[in-house]
């Protein structure tokens, strides 16, 4: 199979996209303004025709794909390689907790996360 296309589509709002909390490894759950983003998604999404949704293993990314997937009935193939970047001691706080905490370090991990 060649590839013509790559579409890229981030999850849905997650509980801690709600409450201002980093995620990186940690598996949070879609929000149910989450689910629905990932509905209203669905027929902008179908009109690429994609022949195979591959989604990271974390269950917001799942959850969102799977939303598709099932609308429009194509394969979903899990990849862990796909997972947000790893945020060690950051994964659960506030960005200004981190602030507090290590003041600077969220900006300079922006510019080289």
């Known amino acids: 199979m060649s590839v013509e296309r790559i579409v890229l589509w981030r999850h849905g709002e997650t509980d801690y996209n709600a409450a201002g909390r980093m995620q990186g490894h940690l598996d949070s759950a879609l929000t149910e303004v989450g689910w629905n983003q990932a509905r209203f998604a669905v027929a902008a999404l179908a009109r690429f025709e994609p022949d195979l949704v591959i989604a ?41 907790d981190v602030d507090t905490q290590a003041p600077g370090e969220r900006d300079r991990w922006r510019l080289d996360a």
């Open 56 to 96: 990271s293993d974390l269950r917001r990314a799942t959850d969102t794909a799977t939303v598709l997937t099932d609308a429009i009935g194509v394969p979903l193939r899990l990849d862990k390689r796909l997972r947000e970047t790893h945020l060690g001691e950051w994964q659960g706080m506030t960005g200004a």
